[in-house]
T-cell receptor, first 113, second 111 residues
């Protein structure tokens, strides 16, 4: 039972390159989230998905797109990476109907040069 | 809008002492507050939740309090150990029912 998994663990991009961060869960939870964490700023919500096939913007969605094709997987795409997107990205999930306790993946450390 | 504020300065204490971390919220009294632990290079892990109508919650060596008058939650670790060294995050729900986090306080327990 892996919980929430993320790939890759580390990535270095050049400005303008694109990439997709993958997140998968085996907990059968409905809601999934993407956060970024920067020093001194805490976790900020990028996008979330309340259920399969639905997505909504969070606090900092600009420059990102997401896809929730099935209940297990929620991917985050950077179409044209910028240095300001250098951060640690966390995927999380939550069981619907329960107080908003979230379960996090191990994170992806992204550097954009 | 609701904001969560935590002391950005690291807390450095001696093993065996009680660590006390503070979380302040700025706006309306939230229905609950949560505390998470985050180790370097890892995702946050849920520890405890305290509801608005609860003054105190305990789990083993952990204790959380909720003071709606002070708009504050305190997180205590009694008989602290070096293994308790980590960053502790406070979180609550915002007006659109999404979780918002403080920036965390780093705790260092010296042997």
């Amino acid at each position: 039972n892996a919980g929430v998994t993320q790939t890759p663990k580390f990535q270095v991009l050049k400005t303008g390159q694109s990439m997709t961060l993958q997140c998968a869960q085996d907990m059968n939870h409905n809601s999934m989230y993407w956060y970024r964490q920067d020093p001194g700023m805490g976790l900020r919500l990028i996008y979330y998905s309340a259920s399969e096939g639905t997505t909504d913007k969070g606090e900092v969605p600009n420059g990102y797109n997401v896809s929730r094709l099935n209940k297990r997987e929620f991917s985050l795409r950077l179409e044209s990476a910028a240095p300001s997107q250098t951060s640690v990205y966390f995927c999380a999930n939550r069981l619907a109907g329960v107080v908003d306790t979230q379960y996090f993946g191990p994170g992806t450390r992204l550097t954009v040069l | 809008s609701q904001k969560i504020e935590q002391n950005s300065e690291a807390l450095n204490i001696q093993e065996g002492k009680t660590a006390t971390l503070t979380c302040n919220y700025t706006n309306y009294s939230p229905a609950y507050l949560q505390w998470y632990r985050q180790d370097p290079g890892r995702g946050p892990v849920f520890l405890l939740l305290i509801r608005e109508n609860e003054k105190e919650k305990r789990k083993e060596r952990l204790k959380v309090t909720f003071d709606t008058t002070l708009k504050q939650s305190l997180f205590h670790i009694t008989a602290s150990q070096p293994a308790d060294s980590a960053t502790y995050l406070c979180a609550t729900m915002d007006s659109s029912y999404k979780l918002i986090f403080g920036s965390g306080t780093r705790l260092l327990v010296r042997p």
